[in-house]
Structures are given as structure tokens and as C-alpha cells.
Nanobody, 115 residues
Framework: QVQLVESGGGLAQPGGSLRLSCAAS????????MRWYRQAPGKQREMVAT???????NYADSVKGRFTISRDNAKDTVYLQMNSLKPEDTAVYYC?????????WGQGTQVTVSS
């Protein structure tokens, strides 16, 4: 069993930055593919960014060039650096981990971009 705990959400102004963290416990973090998803009110949950166990990354077109996903296996933590934030980035952001048939979700952290 893996526990994922997000932190770092909050209120940011348009053009501002936030860094989300997701701390994992309960398993061998380094083998997991990790993702960040987000869900805005009234919309479906969407994948934002992925990082594999080997460090390969992938991003949704809407965040390319603005968001960066990274991981620190020594700290069992994955990060999402969000720059040039836009109001449309407002959502609950969820951390997700998967390894073979195992899938785990965090509880989510709210990000609000508003002036």
C-alpha cells in the first residue's frame, strides 16, 4: 500500500508560480511512474504531467513550457513547478502513482489562480 500526500497548493496571481509536492510512503517509490492530474469544477479530471521511473517526462499541451515535473527518489517525493500561471489552471491537483497493476491517488490540493 502506498500513501501519497500533496502539499503546496494555494492562491496565486496570474503570471505567478507555485510548487506542488507529493510525498510517498509505504513502497519503493523509485519504481513508480508518477503523474499529476487536475480537475476543475464541472470538468473531467485531466493528466497534467508524467514522470517515469527513468525520469522521462510528458506534459499536457496546455501546460507545456510552463510546468515542470521532477522527482527526488532519495526523498520519495515528486514535484510540480508551475510558472506563468493562468486563471484556467485553477483546479484541484492530484498526485498519482502507478506500478504494474497498482494505482494510488493522493487526496488533492487546491490551486486557485486569481487577481
Amino acid at each position: 500500500q502506498v500513501q501519497l500526500v500533496e502539499s503546496g497548493g494555494g492562491l496565486a496571481q496570474p503570471g505567478g508560480s507555485l510548487r506542488l509536492s507529493c510525498a510517498a510512503s509505504g513502497s519503493i517509490f523509485s519504481v513508480y511512474t508518477m503523474r499529476w492530474y487536475r480537475q476543475a469544477p464541472g470538468k473531467q479530471r485531466e493528466m497534467v504531467a508524467t514522470i517515469t521511473s527513468g525520469g522521462r517526462t510528458n506534459y499536457a499541451d496546455s501546460v507545456k513550457g510552463r510546468f515542470t515535473i521532477s522527482r527526488d527518489n532519495a526523498k520519495d517525493t515528486v514535484y510540480l513547478q508551475m510558472n506563468s500561471l493562468k486563471p484556467e489552471d485553477t483546479a484541484v491537483y492530484y498526485c498519482f502513482g502507478t506500478y504494474y497493476n497498482s494505482e494510488y491517488w493522493g487526496q488533492g490540493t487546491q490551486v486557485t489562480v486569481s487577481s
